[in-house]
């Protein structure tokens, strides 16, 4: 069991038919940690992935029902990938290798909505960022012939997060109820491997593919002040058969959700969520090869299987009027 925290938050400001916005979230952050006996070990043993988005925005009603709007997304990443090494003889102690970085880059967004009636339909689209890393790849505990490559080297990593195009649709069939739906295209693709520079100048696999995710929901006006929620989503995984290994563990998953809203004053309201994931059954069965394309090449071996997973996320919020 773990508990994980994430945090967002928005701010906007709107005078006639213009609008500015000011929003701050972490669109993906994952760790996984193996025990330094695990059969996952020569594949990843600490992992860790955190990002930090800043997206300034502004919207323009064109008319009262159609709206349009664009942002840029100020995205900084930090990533730490670790797992062992084994030295030439199994008789040996591991070895270990630990690859850190961080750095800065931009994308954009757009999108659009239209009002009318008891119908709201949306699109938008935000662009994949190219990230560039800087950061350092330290080698340890390497013996006899490999010893020459411990030490910690200055490199950088590059990689690809995915675009994201999202369509969705809102109609209120009577006062208290309307019905929700949503689909996402995700880009994973770009994400076909972590680029290193200088002085290695490998490519680490990924191949990702491009995945969906579709949802469905209802809110119920119980009062004038509270709402209640609930729905359901299906996700697939970018990750593939063959090419998953234990560093992302995923695999396609249903997301059962429900959630209230409750008007506590005319300038503020509260939030709250509770969510529960489960993911099929999938193999982790990536293999790979330690000191690829010297004399020393290894290859790795993996066959296990990512089983009986299942995930809670609760969520707690406020929404403040001005």
């Known amino acids: 069991m773990f508990l994980r925290q994430h945090w967002s938050g928005a701010i906007a400001y709107g005078t006639g038919r213009l609008a500015f916005g000011l929003a701050i979230s972490a669109p993906y952050a994952f760790s996984t940690n193996y025990a330094s006996d695990s ?151 770009k994400f076909d491997a972590i680029d290193l520079g200088a002085p290695f100048n490998v490519a680490i696999p990924e191949n990702y593919r491009n995945s969906w995710s579709y949802s469905g929901g209802v809110d119920y006006a119980v009062s004038p002040v509270w709402t209640i929620r609930a729905g359901i989503q299906h996700a697939q995984t970018p990750t593939q058969n063959g090419a998953r290994d234990a560093r992302v563990p995923d695999s396609n998953r249903w997301n059962f959700s429900m959630g209230t809203s409750y008007l506590i004053s005319k300038a503020v309201t509260l939030d709250a969520a509770a969510s529960y994931i489960t993911f099929k059954d999938a193999p982790i069965d990536r293999i790979t090869a330690a000191y690829a394309g010297t004399p020393a090449q290894t290859p790795i071996l993996v066959n296990g299987a990512l089983e009986n997973a299942h995930a809670f996320v609760f969520s707690l919020g406020a929404r403040f009027d001005f």
């Open 39 to 189: 059969w996952t070990r020569y594949t990843a043993d600490k992992t860790k992935l955190r990002t930090f988005d800043i997206q300034p925005s502004v919207a323009f009603a064109v008319t009262p029902e159609f709206s349009v709007g664009g942002a840029l997304n100020i995205e900084h990443v930090s990533a730490s990938l670790g797992n062992y090494l084994p030295n030439l003889a199994a008789s040996l102690p591991d070895g270990h290798q630990r690859l850190k970085g961080k750095g800065w880059d931009i994308g954009w967004s757009v999108g659009a909505q239209y009002h009318r009636g008891p119908v709201s339909l949306g699109l938008s689209y935000k662009s994949g960022i190219k990230h560039t890393l800087s950061g350092t790849l330290t080698n340890e505990g390497l013996l006899g012939p490999l010893a020459p490559q411990n030490g910690v080297f200055d490199t950088k990593a590059r990689f690809r997060t995915p675009s994201q195009l999202t369509g969705s649709v809102r109609y209120k069939v009577a006062p208290q109820l309307t019905l929700n739906a949503q689909v996402v295209r995700y880009g994973w693709s």
